[in-house]
C-alpha cells in the first residue's frame, strides 16, 4: 500500500487515510502498536506488516464509529454495547480494543451508565437494593460498580417512601404469603416490609 493522503479529521484523534487504490478509511494512533503515524505521509510504501496493522486499525476505527453513534443516543455499558456490535457482525477483537480506548477516554462508562438506568427506572417501577444490584449485573455491571451505583442511588432517593410505594401498589392485586414473597422480589427485605405494612395500615386507620 502506499499512501495518497493522511488528513486528521475534526473527531478528536481520528485520521483520513487514502490510499493510492483502494478506498479511504479512518484510523488513530492509539490502534497501531509499530506504524509511526507520523511517517503516514502521502508517497510512503507500506511494508505487507505494516498494511495490515494499518488495515487492522482502520477496523477498529469502524466499530468505533458505530459504538460513538450508539453512546450519542443514550448512556451505554460495556457488556451491552459489545453486544449490540456483535450483533451488527464486527469482529470481538476490533470490539474489544475500541471500547477499551472509548473507556479510557471517558465515552464509555459502566459507572454513568448505571446511574442512568438507575434514574430512568425508577420512573416505572418501585425496587429495592437486592433487585436493583441484580438488574444491574445481570446487564453486565460488576458487582463492586452496581453496589457504588445503588448505594448512591439511595443517597438521593428515600428507600422507605420507595418501598411504602411498592407494598401499596403490589397490595391492590396481592395479600398475605403472596403480597410478601413480591415485594421480597422487588428487592425489599423484611423490616423493610412489615414498615410500609404499619405505615400503610396507620394511613388506614386515620
Known amino acids: 500500500m502506499i499512501i495518497k493522503s493522511i488528513v486528521e479529521t475534526s473527531y478528536s484523534g481520528m485520521y ?23 511517517e503516514l505521509e502521502p508517497g510512503f510504501e507500506l511494508s505487507d506488516e505494516q498494511e495490515e496493522e494499518l488495515l487492522d486499525a482502520g ?4 466499530v468505533e464509529l458505530k459504538a460513538v453513534d450508539y453512546l450519542a443516543r443514550a448512556e451505554q455499558c460495556r457488556s451491552g454495547l459489545t453486544r449490540k456490535l456483535l450483533q451488527k457482525g464486527y469482529d470481538a477483537q476490533y470490539i474489544d480494543r475500541a471500547l477499551t480506548f472509548l473507556e479510557a477516554a471517558d465515552y464509555l462508562s459502566d459507572e454513568r451508565f448505571s446511574r442512568a438506568w438507575l434514574n430512568t427506572r425508577r420512573t416505572n417501577h418501585y425496587e429495592g437494593r437486592t433487585r436493583l444490584l441484580a438488574e444491574l449485573m445481570s446487564r453486565g455491571i460488576s458487582r463492586d460498580v452496581a453496589a457504588s451505583a445503588v448505594e448512591e442511588f439511595f443517597t438521593e432517593n428515600d428507600e422507605e417512601e420507595i418501598c411504602r410505594r411498592a407494598y401499596e401498589k403490589l397490595s391492590k392485586k396481592k395479600s398475605g404469603d403472596k403480597l410478601i414473597a ?19 395500615s396507620g394511613q388506614a386507620e386515620q
Open 59 to 62: 477496523l477498529c476505527a469502524v
Open 16 to 38: 483520513k487515510v487514502a490510499p493510492e487504490e483502494g478506498s479511504a478509511f479512518f484510523i488513530r494512533k492509539e490502534y497501531l502498536s509499530s506504524v509511526n503515524l507520523e
Open 182 to 200: 413480591a415485594m421480597i422480589q422487588a428487592g425489599f427485605n423484611y423490616k423493610q416490609i412489615r414498615a410500609a405494612e404499619a405505615g400503610l
